[in-house]
């Protein structure tokens, strides 16, 4: 029983299923594993360059191996210790709703202006997750949203898509009757 009266399995949320926790962490370690594996494998088809400067495969490759590195660490900690009946809950509520917020930023990133996608993801997750008011969550969408035009165009000078978000705003905005009288 938790604070609130209620057991470990009804705050998880009905979605929520146990898991073995071993099993899962085996599971997270092979997944990372491949993934390590699967960059430093087909980064070798790109040029490495050299140290003054590196190619397009250097990177990759780097960032395979030290995943990969992390992945048989994990593997070693499960496979070291002792079977245990620890459960963790999968399909959690706040993770599903995370995991779909993430795929339609990478949807919609491009298409739309990156900056509201960002500002729509981090006030889902703000309204969602966190339960936050309604003035908190505009407040953080729009800090997010200046925080990454201050960060990448000011700070880095880089110009993230803008998709056809405006000109679709600004099209259907003339397209309004008190637009066209002035």
């Not at 990478?106 to 202006?113: G, K, P, V």
């Not at 703000?126 to 953080?140: C, P």
């Amino acid at each position: 029983m938790t604070d609130r009266g209620m057991s470990e399995e009804d705050e998880q949320g009905a979605w929520a299923r146990p898991v073995s926790a071993r099993l899962s962490e085996l599971i997270a370690g092979a997944v990372l594993l491949a993934t390590g594996l699967f960059f430093a494998w087909f980064s070798l088809e790109l040029p490495f360059g050299d140290m003054g400067l590196p190619g397009p495969a250097f990177f990759p490759f780097a960032l395979g191996i030290a995943l990969s590195l992390c992945a048989l660490a994990i593997l070693f900690q499960v496979w070291r210790h002792a079977k245990g009946g620890d459960v963790i809950y999968f399909a959690h509520r706040d993770v599903l709703i995370t995991v779909a917020a993430l795929m339609g930023v990478a949807i919609s990133f491009e298409q739309a202006d990156s900056y509201v996608v960002l500002g729509g993801f981090a006030a889902s997750l703000l309204l969602l997750v966190a339960r936050a008011a309604w003035w908190r969550v505009l407040l953080g969408a729009v800090l997010g949203m200046l925080a990454v035009w201050l960060f990448f165009g000011e700070a880095l000078g880089v110009r993230l898509p803008v998709g056809e978000f405006w000109d679709g705003l600004s099209i259907s905005l003339h397209a309004l009757p008190y637009v066209n009288q002035q």
